[in-house]
């Protein structure tokens, strides 16, 4: 029998694949077993999906790290550190889809035989960029899989639809449907209540969404709140936008990107997808409000001291201060000075829609000029691998023209490009006076010397 911690991945995929297919004609069952027919066993699929377009989808899920699979080679998958040492989880899914099907013939031949059939392997621990960087995806003979990013940016939906072995010609009537419903013990799956409550959901989804350009700050007191806006928060987290949560309830970032505990850093992957939470759990009553892209309605400078002090709420303004006033920001060493700098020119990028061209970055030496580079571009090859949005990938090309440095370099740049119009002819050259400085630190010494001398 698998490792338990399987159940935690099949539940984690069985929840994406359930919000995906929100449609009334489909039903989505997990751990789904079926016995032989002489009872002597039974095959177990973990995502049992039945689709009245698409048919049967049989998704085998494996909690596989990418360092866990040593080859991908014809139908065997060699695997290390795992409970097993070898597998193939197509032909597993193989043997429970025949199984399956020939039991619905046995019930109905001709409903058996209209039936489309899908399966399809769910990596949820595996990003495809992991898979194709050990070459597995070369491999012709690799299945079709849903990886950790498809889950994460709903393409795991399509890849589903795409995924063909036996295809159904046509969608199934009101009669063959209902019968797949008795035959798998199914109640109407969603209730048109849910589907309206779903739909209502989405439309304020939008209208938010219109509003939000680079960050969203929620502060929840009640829980029901806080699960109602899941969908937006998760949405907005794919798509590289900062979130601030408050509450006085524990969250974790697992509500919006479940995982098993041991195998995935907390810490890391808030960091990655820009989550930061805060709670107070000795606040009874907590004020509800939501901002987005630091939109104030209130000061909230009170608030935030009394209640969340770990929340630096004067770096919060510094970052998203509007664009129409000059701002002048005083901070000592080890203050964030640099993290607040790389934050407030992806405000500017992603909600004023600056250039970024149009800003200059100063620094003390040549060595934070460079440093300055690397974490801006590093940041925006992050946004990139997250919400893969090539403009990510083409800001993090453009720090390499952007002009970061230091203060004599600037004003350097500005004098050689400004030469002919000061007067110094189009050919101007700036000394260090290295010799003129040497020459005076020599005529210094000679005087201190000749005094020495005369005493």
Partial sequence: MENRKGE?????????????????????????????????GKREIDILLLHREYGIVIIEVKGLHINNISSVSGDSWSYKDFYTAKGNPYKQAESQLRLLMNHLKKIDLNLANKLGQKIIIALPLINSYEWEKKGFNNKPNCPPIIF??????YTAKKKIKETKIVVQKSILSDNEWKKIQDIFGVITPIEPDILFDVKELLEDFVQNKRDCDYSALYCFSNKKHFKKYIPEIRDFLREGKKVFLFTNFEISSYSFFEDDYNTINEKDLKDLYQLQIFINSDLENLEEFIIYDGKLKENKTDFFNNNFPSFNWEQFQIVHAQTDKNLIVKAGAGTGKTHVMIDRIIFLLLKNKTSLNDIIMITFTNESTQEMKERLKNKFLDLFRVTKLIKFLEYAEETNKMQISTIHSF???????????????????LKNFKYEKNKI??????LYFKKIVRI
């Fill in 8 to 40: 935690v991945y099949e539940e984690l995929v069985y929840e994406y694949i359930k919000d995906y297919f929100i449609e009334k004609d489909v039903i989505c069952l997990k751990s789904y077993d079926i016995f032989n027919a002489n009872f002597s």
């Fill in 411 to 429: 004003f350097k740049n500005i004098i050689t490009s400004l030469s002919h119009h000061l007067g110094y002819g189009n050919n101007i050259n």
């Fill in 148 to 153: 950790k990013d498809d889950l994460l940016f």
């Fill in 441 to 446: 630190l020599d005529n210094f010494l000679d």
